[in-house]
C-alpha cells in the first residue's frame, strides 16, 4: 500500500524551530519529487516546498525562503522540512505530498498531516 | 504567487450540476496545462479528483470533469450526491518547480 505518514508537528514558540518528518512506503521513493503544502486552520491550502529526486533542487514558497530547508534521504525514504525563525502565521497542518503520476505536475499521494502551532 | 480566485461557494440539489471556475494568469493556470483539482472533507486530507486539466484518476466517478479556457479552468460536478458536499481546491503548476492553490470553494448538497 503506497503511503506516506507525517510526524513531528507540536507547539512551538515564536523564534523557535522545528523538524517535520514524512515515512514514505509501498512506492519507489528515490524515483519521485517530493513537496510539503500547508493549510492554516480554517484556510486554504497554499505549497510550501519540493524536493527533486535526487535532493539536489529545492524550492520554496516566498514566504519561507531563507527559513524552512526541505531535505530528503533515500536511503530511509524519508522527507523532512527543517523550519526555523517560525512565525506565528506558520501555524498550519502540514502534509508531506507526492505525485506518482509522472509528469503530471499534481499531487496525487497525501500523508494525514501533522500540526505546527506556533504560539508562546 | 498569488492564490487563484475560486468563488467562495457553490451549492446544488441532489441531482443537479455544479461549476466551480479558478482563474488565475498567463503564469499559472494560462501558461501550462497542469491544472488540479482536489476534494477536502472536513478533518481530512485533501484527494486528487482531476489532473492534468481534465484527466480522472482511477476510481474518481466520471460525474466530476474538468475543463480550462484562456487563464479560467473549471470543475463541473453533475449528478451531484450528498457526498460531494466538500471543500474543493484547483491547483497549477506555475514555473520553475513551484506551485499555487486556488482560494478554495464549498459545494453545498441542498
Known amino acids: 500500500e503506497v503511503q506516506l505518514v507525517d510526524s513531528g508537528g507540536g507547539l512551538v514558540q515564536p523564534g523557535g524551530s522545528l523538524t517535520l518528518s514524512c515515512a514514505a512506503s509501498?512506492?519507489?521513493?528515490?524515483?519521485?519529487?517530493m513537496s510539503w503544502v500547508r493549510q492554516a486552520p480554517g484556510k486554504g491550502l497554499e505549497w510550501v516546498a519540493n524536493?527533486?529526486?535526487?535532493?539536489?533542487?529545492?524550492y520554496y514558497v516566498d514566504s519561507v525562503k531563507g527559513r524552512f530547508t526541505i531535505s530528503r534521504d533515500n536511503t530511509k525514504t524519508s522527507l523532512y522540512l527543517q523550519m526555523n525563525s517560525l512565525r506565528a502565521e506558520d501555524t498550519a497542518v502540514y502534509y508531506c505530498?507526492?505525485?506518482?503520476?509522472?509528469?503530471?505536475?499534481?499531487?496525487?499521494?497525501w500523508g494525514q498531516g501533522t500540526l505546527v502551532t506556533v504560539s508562546s | 504567487q498569488s492564490a487563484l480566485t475560486q468563488p467562495p461557494s457553490a451549492s446544488g440539489s441532489p441531482g443537479q450540476s455544479v461549476t466551480i471556475s479558478c482563474t488565475g494568469t498567463?503564469?499559472?493556470?494560462?501558461?501550462?496545462?497542469?491544472v488540479s483539482w482536489y476534494q477536502q472533507h472536513p478533518g481530512k486530507a485533501p484527494k486528487l479528483m482531476i489532473s492534468?486539466?481534465?484527466k480522472r484518476p482511477s476510481g474518481v466517478p466520471d460525474r466530476f470533469s474538468g475543463s480550462k479556457s484562456g487563464n479560467t479552468a473549471s470543475l463541473t460536478v453533475s449528478g451531484l450526491q450528498a457526498e460531494d458536499e466538500a471543500d474543493y481546491y484547483c491547483?497549477?503548476?506555475?514555473?520553475?518547480?513551484?506551485?499555487?492553490f486556488g482560494t478554495g470553494t464549498k459545494v453545498t448538497v441542498l
Open positions: 491547483s497549477s503548476f506555475a514555473g520553475s518547480s513551484s506551485y499555487v
Open positions: 509501498g512506492f519507489s521513493f528515490s524515483s519521485h519529487y
Open positions: 498567463s503564469s499559472d493556470v494560462g501558461g501550462y496545462n497542469y
Open positions: 524536493i527533486n529526486r535526487d535532493g539536489s533542487g529545492k
Open positions: 505530498v507526492t505525485n506518482l503520476i509522472l509528469g503530471s505536475k499534481t499531487f496525487d499521494i
Open positions: 492534468e486539466v481534465s
